[in-house]
Every structure is written in C-alpha cells, then in structure tokens.
C-alpha cells in the first residue's frame, strides 16, 4: 500500500498538479507545432520533387493531404495524373517554353503580340504624321487646322 494520500491538499502538491496540467498543455502545445512543422516540410518537398520533374511546382496544392510524401508516392500519383495537368514545363528564367502550350494558348500569345505591334504601329504612324506638319510664320493657323485633324483622324486610338 503507498505511503502517500492522494487527497492531499497540502500547497506542494498543490503547485505539482498546477506545474503538471501547465507541462501537459506545452506538451500538446509542442506536438501540434511539431506536427504543422511536419506538413509544412512535407509540402515543400513534394514541391521540389514537381520542380525536379520539371513540371510547375504549383501543381503541389492539388497533392492529397493525407497521402503519403516519399519520392515514390509523389512520382506513382504524377503519373496516375499528368494528363490533368499535361507536360507544361517551366524554362529558364521563368518563361514557358511555348512547345509545351496547348493550341490555343499558343493562339493567345499570338493574339497578344498581334495587339501589341498593332498599337505600335498605331504610335509610329501618329508620330510621323506630327512630324510632317510643318509650321509655316505666315500662317500659323494652317499648321493648327493640320494638326486637329491629324489628332481628330487619330481620336479613337489616342483616347483609349
């Protein structure tokens, strides 16, 4: 039989079951951080195995929670889902390499840059049209009527 009551009231161990219930809510405490600090680092290795693949590696937010995250579960589920994700793989210095876009993204980025040399050509033609308008002292107003209908032809594109 123990030499000791546990009914015991007395203010030692009073402040031993206050130390105790403080050290077991640390301890719960320190295994939930420890186990966020786990996923965490799980994450990130899934991440660097996309990259490694050389497939975008945010592509590892749709990676299970609960799977597993050694090498071999990360290749096996790639594999089982690359045609989801098809084979869009990152270049150097962060540019998609166009090879690996689909047809109409590629028709996009055509889009894009047909937009773009349109709008410059638009700037260049309005520019050369400026400079030709020639200001002559005798009649100044002649250079300014010129002028309003250069900017007036190019209303639509100047004002956008």
Known sequence: MADWDENDDSAGIKELRKAFKELSKQRKEDAALIEELKAERARASITDLFASRGMDPRIAKFYPKDAKTDETSVEQWIDENKELFGDRRIGQQGDVNESTLTESEQRGYQTQRDIAA??????????????????????????AKELMNTLKEFEGYVNQ
Not at 118 to 143: E, F, T
């Open 118 to 143: 349109y709008d410059a050509a638009i700037q260049m033609d309005l520019k050369s049209r400026l400079d030709k308008i020639q200001y002559d002292p005798n009649n100044p107003d002649g250079a």
